[in-house]
């Protein structure tokens, strides 16, 4: 999935302490592939760049 697709599944938006990039977030997926178990995390902007996805 890309991180633009990603955005329209977006609940709520979170940022880690004196964090200003504020990449954190709540998804939910309701149905398709990646359907969700209920409410997840989206991968965090180090969790994607230490990965290669950026």
Known sequence: MLPTNMDKYKLKAYSC???PVRCGAIIQVKEGPFATKG???RPEYE????LGAL
């Open 47 to 50: 969790t994607l760049a230490a």
């Open 39 to 41: 409410e997840v995390h």
């Open 17 to 19: 302490h004196a964090c």
